[in-house]
């Protein structure tokens, strides 16, 4: 390569004919230098990325995300939960770029010479400026003729994103992202090329760099109006949760949205903001230029009328939202001349409350829609089986044990004995939908952490949208809290505060119902294990006990927010192919209880005492139909295996009761009827 062939350019050593270039060694030395030779083309076009430059990212924690060119693939990328070995090992499947997510602790310095102004050389004076040493700074050589030179920040310092006085130079951190090293240029086709000093540790931001990139909290000059900061960041980022982003990708309203965003938090909500404007597909690879839009703020106008909080308060209630504020802010006033928004807390009258809607159901008494429930009990009480048979019930459209589901999609999260949950589906559907797969009814069984806010946060968001493209979600979950909950402690009522926010979260999110199946405690009388901030947060809470020597199942609804609960139900678990499903053994243990366990006999009784000791054989057929879901020819099938033609064969148990078919009037034509013939204490 011959000198003829380089670019001149004060930051980098001329570069060697392989795929790795000179790294400077004083870069304050080479801002006085200007006739440094350089090559900005260090490798020829590539059509494959270099993956093995990016296995790096991955060894030193950095969160990867997957690209196509330079934009994010995924549109709520800026959140997403991480797994960045899994995101490099779906970039070298589908061929793409990868890119690395900020976090509050990374500063990056992106330099691209193509916009500096003629004759000006951005760095070098920043460098010269400065007093900076880059020349132990991991660096990354662009296939734009750019660099990217990683440091560190402390998490609590915003900064800007640029500097006028520096063309051509941003300064990126949470909230933004960078091309990592070994990807493509998508114009150029040239690779990302990691500097020799890439894998060193990344070096504090000096103190003079960090003082001139701290974004002021000051009010502007001339900002004459109140409520200047009086929303955190937090509390935007609740705010704007609440609206659509592609409503605002008019510019106009979107500008107006972010001045009055900037006033409201002081320009302290600036990650939150660009954040939620990522969120746009169109628009999710503009953070640079939207951080640039943000920084340039002081206090705007719009019609001679300044942008403020108030516009955002505004905005919220034309789309039926609410500001939120935080605790310690005192509350506003209306906005002026603007209706006050929906009270708070209203009250109620008489007639008011009359009006109110009955409670929602999945399943009748059973399980509310959206809402949060646990299931508890004992190890291998069949709680586990119990939160299956209910959602691929609801997945499946198919009623549960006589009573209609809210049909939808259901995610399952099996973050214990996962191993063996195939064999359970398959057993489930081969009971009650002939082995047809049920495809609303989906598994995760990657780890979970809801005890932190964080991943909370960032698994709704996902979750969210990988629903998207498959319709509502309705059911989902959690089996168990102990597998979900890592490092928390189920006696802490913080810790278990913080589990049941995340659980709304993810309730808010998908407006599914949330299960989370739970150990019962020591003493099985006190119910659930650990702190009561559980209990007291849950609608409905359901309890499994299963008898000694693994005989029925007792399942027992022991809170019900909206309703009153009803009585407990029995189950057996039987054995289909390799696992088992429940199946029910008598539909209430207040009703009579016989030595025979077979639940279409136990159900022939319960008809008798309703409707005579001869009824139609097809109302038990109906009743089995309603209970099971299967289908009449199954359902006859099993019908006559239980129950005996003639009397003389006639099931007995000890309590009393014969149940046995004939022919209505002895007439060999005539419609076939059940009979039961009750004892006394059956009849009492």
Not at 661 to 680: D, W
Request: proline share 6%.
């Amino acid at each position: 390569m011959t000198n003829q062939q380089a670019k001149k350019c004060p930051h980098q050593g001329e570069l060697d004919a392989g795929n790795t270039f000179n790294h400077p060694q004083d870069l304050q030395q080479h801002a006085n230098n200007k006739h440094v030779e350089v090559n900005h083309s260090p490798v020829g076009q590539s059509t494959t990325p270099a993956f093995e430059l990016m296995q790096p990212y991955v060894d030193s924690g950095d969160e990867l995300i997957l690209l196509k060119g330079k934009k994010p693939v995924a549109t709520n990328w800026t959140h997403i939960a991480i797994d960045s070995a899994s995101v490099l090992h779906q970039a070298k499947q589908k061929g793409l770029n990868v890119g690395v997510r900020l976090s509050a602790s990374d500063l990056i310095i992106d330099v691209d010479p193509r916009n500096y102004p003629a004759g000006r050389d951005s760095l070098a004076e920043l460098v010269k400026d400065l007093r900076l040493d880059l020349s132990k700074t991991p660096c990354v050589h662009t296939g734009g003729g750019g660099f990217h030179y990683y440091l560190t920040k402390p998490e609590g310092l915003s900064i800007v994103g640029s500097l006028e006085m520096y063309p051509g130079i941003d300064f990126k951190t949470l909230g933004g992202q960078v091309v990592a090293a070994g990807s493509i240029h998508p114009d150029t086709g040239k690779l990302y090329q990691p500097a020799p000093t890439f894998g060193l540790r990344r070096p504090k931001a000096p103190e003079a760099l960090r003082k001139l990139l701290e974004r002021s909290t000051k009010r502007p000059e001339g900002a004459k109006h109140e409520r200047w900061g009086e929303l955190s960041p937090s509390g935007l980022e609740k705010t704007l949760e609440q609206l659509d982003v592609e409503g605002f990708n008019e510019n106009g309203k979107w500008f107006d949205l972010m001045c009055a965003c900037h006033h409201a938090t002081a320009g302290e909500g600036r990650e939150e903001f660009l954040a939620w404007s990522a969120g746009d597909a169109e628009y999710s690879d503009c953070y640079e230029i939207n951080a640039r839009r943000w920084d340039s703020l002081h206090d705007t106008s719009r019609g001679g009328k300044p942008v403020t909080i108030a516009y955002l308060f505004e905005v919220m209630k034309q789309h039926n939202g609410v500001v939120v504020e935080d605790d310690d802010f005192d509350d506003f006033d209306p906005v002026d001349g603007a209706e006050p928004g929906a009270l708070r807390w209203p009250i109620l009258s008489r007639a008011e409350m009359k009006a109110l809607p009955p409670p929602k159901w999945l399943i009748p008494g059973l399980l509310p829609e959206a809402g949060l429930v646990a299931i508890y009990g004992a190890p291998s009480s069949g709680k586990s089986f119990l939160a299956l048979d209910i959602a691929m019930a609801i997945a499946s459209d198919t009623h549960w044990h006589g009573r209609k589901v809210v049909a939808g999609n259901v995610l399952y999260i099996a973050a214990e004995g996962s191993a063996g949950f195939n064999p359970r589906v398959d057993a489930w559907e081969a009971e009650y939908v002939d082995s047809l797969p049920v495809e609303p009814f989906r598994l995760m069984k990657s780890a979970l952490n809801l005890s932190t806010e964080k991943e909370a946060k960032a698994f709704a968001d996902e979750i969210v949208l990988q629903f998207e493209t498959l319709g509502p979600l309705k059911l989902v979950v959690i089996d168990t809290l102990n597998q979900t909950a890592a490092g928390a402690d189920e006696n802490s009522a913080k810790d278990m505060g913080l589990y049941i926010a995340s659980m709304k979260r993810l309730l808010d999110k998908t407006g599914a119902t949330v299960i989370v199946v739970h150990h019962s405690g020591k003493d099985s009388a006190k119910g659930m294990r650990g702190s009561t901030a559980l209990l007291g947060a849950m609608d409905t809470t359901i309890e499994v006990v299963r008898n000694a020597n693994n005989g029925p199942i007792t399942v027992a609804v022991k809170k019900q927010k909206d309703a009153e609960a009803e009585g407990p139900s029995r189950f057996s678990l039987d054995k289909v192919g390799t696992s088992a499903v429940l199946r029910p053994s008598v539909m209430a243990v207040d009703m009579p209880v016989f030595d025979e366990p077979n639940p279409i006999v136990a159900l022939a009784c319960q008809l008798a005492l309703e409707h005579g000791e001869r009824f139609p054989l097809t109302a038990l057929v109906d009743a089995v139909m309603a209970m099971t879901g299967r289908k009449p020819s199954t359902v006859r099938a099993d019908i006559d295996k239980a129950i005996p033609q003639n009397k003389e064969k006639a099931l007995e148990t000890i309590d009393g009761p014969s149940v046995w078919r004939e022919r209505k009037g002895n007439n060999p034509k005539g419609a076939m009827e059940i009979c039961v013939e009750l004892k006394n204490s059956l009849s009492d």
